[in-house]
């Protein structure tokens, strides 16, 4: 986002890209079936999403590790290709709310972010346009409306879901997803293959090679250095940044960029790395950190699902149910924190039917579905009854930051390219833990009200109520945040760096708290103000 | 709901460039499906059967039979070895390699509880007497715990066989799978559909 804006502008901007290139139209599997590949559409090293997947990198990088402290757990999702983690996403895209700017006030916990809802409205409105979102106008508070397309009409086990919801008070409404239902600034609208997280080749969702790199491509102002693995911000005398040294993954030696400003956004934590690694007389401890709050304020979303198999679904009138890629229909927050014993809320996700093709993994766990497994005739009965019989519901809730809850540079390890790599802490508290458990005593009466059973048990207390290891949400946010005082943060409200005014990060790293939503769409929001920020101030040549 | 082929699809959008550039075309994928089944049906004539990379000739074999009681032919679709699932886990075997010991483990238990029996190993057993073991270890209810890790295999090899079979196009058209087509619009889902699960379009 940030390169497109600036090579609008007049900027010209090299981007250094740790993968390789990535072409939607050319290398995307979209379309293919599983009996295409002998894997069937399995995971693997570089795709745990399956082999058709869009997005290559994944929580293990060869080459590239990282370190926990002992007894946390953080499991570090990265890409490596054009474009990073916007190849991997579900497309909500949910602008965060008035509340989520203001959680200190409303509760005395976190932090205030400097700026509010209203500072970035224009932005989301902006994205709205440029991209392509669908939903629906709700005119709830803390969900605000955006410039929608018409959502896609609900599947028919969504309108069952939204049914069970509407009895038991829980709000149902269109879901909000970054894909075209209709043409868009030459775009072609989806084509219902719900595909998406195989890249699109007809450019009808979002990700950034496919919607925002062809314009900047097109200024011929940007420069993009594939395999550039960066490695530190280079700074002057001034204390200025001079650039970016990178190593050249293929050649594995080390280059420099010069620039005039440096704007980082390789991920949240890839960027408090940075940082961190970035030393020198002047910056001891790291680029930007005398506050010492780099890589501190880490959140992920908290996370977790249940399936439940409906015995009204089974035996299922076969239509095509895919879709666009993703929920037609979700639950955004609908309880009253102060009335609960846990202060954040969480939204639902919701999966099930007929939706996708049969890959690798298609109807596992038979026995869970008719009580007994088996074999035989029978059993392949069993099968083609049970097929998109389930309905699942994932949570994706806010996370208070914690002081234990951070990434810092681990003293002794290094990754292949000799650059010292980050060391992880974690922390969810009763904050997390007693959401996780309204989660799973929601899911579990959803499922109940449809008449059906739920596929696993209710996990203990012990287990964490089932939720999962920080990280695996691949919403994580903080590492560098925003603040109007530069003792406790690292940027400023338009993500520049306190100390270093030619500094500017764009990625997940200056959220001061997560939210009740997935994080993108506020990401790329910010990203749009921070680059038109500095093209309002090359304009005024005041840096 | 309108179906299109998908390269008319892209033609329209314009972008009749990626079709080209694309791995699989229906029509591709059909014409792939029936040489490889050619292929096979003249590997089968020349008697030279497909070569298992990671099971030995008598694993390969167990797992032939076990697959084809597990999912039998029926007046719908053929069974599993039709299916070609037993080659599909020789690869699954090599590329997930951790799944290796946990199946060659339980193949040979298999054949232990066979050689208990029956005094031979579960190959070499008469059809009534693999169903014997079979219905001991296929069932999760009221498992004892001296057979709980034949159950817990038979689990996951249950699973490896459904993933081998349902994903062919064979148990594709089975499972009556109808999407994964080019729709130029979406309509929702039909009357049918709706009225069986009682709700409606408001």
């Given at each position: 986002m940030a390169a497109k804006v600036l090579c609008e502008a007049g900027a010209d901007v090299v981007m250094l890209e740790a993968g390789a290139m990535w072409d939607t139209e050319k290398d995307s599997r979209m379309?293919?079936?599983?009996?295409?590949?002998p894997r069937r559409g399995a995971s693997t090293a570089e795709r745990p999403f399956g082999e058709?997947?869009?997005c290559i990198g994944g929580w293990e990088i060869e080459g590239e590790p990282y370190t926990q402290a002992p007894g946390t757990t953080f499991d570090w999702f990265r890409a490596r290709m054009l474009g990073g983690r916007t190849n991997h996403w579900g497309r909500i895209s949910l602008r965060f709310g008035p509340d989520d700017f203001k959680r200190r006030s409303l509760d005395g916990l976190g932090d205030d972010w400097p700026i509010g809802y209203d500072d970035l409205k224009p932005y989301f409105d902006k994205l709205d346009r440029l991209v392509g979102i669908f939903g629906s106008a709700e005119n709830l508070p803390n969900e605000p409306n955006g410039i929608f397309l018409p959502p896609p009409r609900p599947r028919c086990y969504e309108l069952l879901i939204k049914q069970a919801c509407d009895r038991l008070g829980v709000t149902c409404i269109p879901s909000r997803l970054s894909i075209l239902t209709r043409p868009l600034n030459g775009r072609a609208a989806c084509h219902y293959c719900g595909q998406c997280g195989r890249g699109c080749a007809t450019h009808s969702n979002f990700s950034s090679p496919s919607v925002l790199l062809p314009p900047a491509l097109a200024t011929g102002r940007l420069r993009i250095i594939a395999n550039a693995m960066a490695r530190e911000v280079t700074t002057g005398e001034s204390g200025l940044a001079t650039g970016v040294s990178y190593i050249n993954r293929t050649d594995r030696r080390d280059y420099a960029v010069r620039a005039r400003i440096v704007v980082l956004a390789p991920s949240a934590c890839e960027s408090a790395r940075m940082l961190l690694n970035s030393k020198s007389s002047r910056f001891p401890n790291g680029l930007a950190n005398s506050s010492g709050v780099v890589g501190r304020y880490l959140t992920d979303s908290t996370g977790l699902s249940v399936s439940g198999y409906i015995p009204k679904m089974a035996n299922g009138v076969a239509?095509?149910?895919?879709?666009?890629?993703?929920?037609h229909l979700y639950m955004p927050w609908w309880l009253d924190n102060k009335k609960l014993d846990f202060p954040r809320g969480y939204h639902i996700e919701l999966g099930g039917g007929r939706r996708s093709a049969p890959s690798f993994g298609v109807m596992g766990g038979i026995q869970r579905f008719n009580g007994k497994g088996g074999y035989g005739k029978q059993l392949k009965d069993d099968y083609r009854q049970y097929y998109g019989s389930t309905v699942s519901f994932s949570g994706r809730g806010e996370m208070v930051p914690n002081d234990d809850t951070y990434c810092d540079l681990d003293p002794r390890v290094v990754d292949t390219y000799g650059i010292p790599v980050l060391r992880f802490h974690f922390k969810f508290t009763d904050h997390e833990y007693l959401q996780a458990k309204h989660m799973q005593d929601t899911f579990r009466q959803i499922i109940q009200e449809l008449g059906g059973t739920p596929l696993s048990p209710m996990p203990s207390r012990e287990s964490g109520y089932g939720l999962e290891a920080g990280g695996r949400i691949i919403h994580e946010v903080g590492t560098t945040r925003m603040g109007a005082d530069p003792r406790t943060s690292?940027?400023?409200?338009?993500?520049?760096?306190h100390e270093v005014k030619n500094l500017f990060i764009a990625d997940g790293g200056p959220f001061v708290s997560n939210a009740d939503k997935n994080v993108t769409w506020t990401l790329l929001a910010l990203s749009m103000r921070t680059a038109e920020y500095i093209a309002l101030l090359r304009s005024q040549l005041s840096l | 709901m309108t179906k299109i082929s998908r390269r008319t699809a892209l033609q329209l959008v314009g972008a009749a460039p990626v079709a080209a550039a694309m791995a699989w075309t229906p029509a591709e994928a059909e014409q792939a499906h029936t040489h490889a089944q050619q292929a096979r049906a003249a590997a089968a004539k020349q008697s030279k059967p497909y070569k298992p990379k990671f099971f030995t000739a008598h694993e390969y074999a167990t797992v032939a039979v076990l697959v084809d009681l597990i999912i039998p032919k029926d007046d719908r679709s053929g069974s599993a070895t039709d299916a070609g699932v037993p080659e599909f886990m020789d690869f699954m075997m090599i590329d997930q390699p951790q799944r290796q010991v946990a199946m060659r483990g339980g193949l040979a238990l298999i054949d232990r509880m066979c050689e208990e029996l029956f005094a031979k190993r579960f190959v070499a057993c008469a059809d009534e007497q693999r169903r014997h073991v079979l219905d001991a270890i296929a069932?999760?209810?009221?498992?004892?715990p001296a057979r709980a890790h034949a159950v817990a295999f038979f689990n996951s090899f249950r699973d490896l066989t459904a993933s081998g079979f349902w994903t062919t196009k064979m148990g594709i058209a089975d499972l009556q799978y109808q999407g994964n087509v080019f729709l130029n619009e979406w309509n929702g889902c039909p009357e049918e559909a709706l009225t069986k699960l009682g709700v409606k379009y408001s």
């Open positions: 379309s293919a079936w599983a009996y295409d590949s058709f997947d869009g239509h095509n149910e895919d879709g666009v890629g993703g929920m690292v940027v400023n409200q338009f993500c520049q760096a | 069932y999760t209810t009221d498992v004892p």
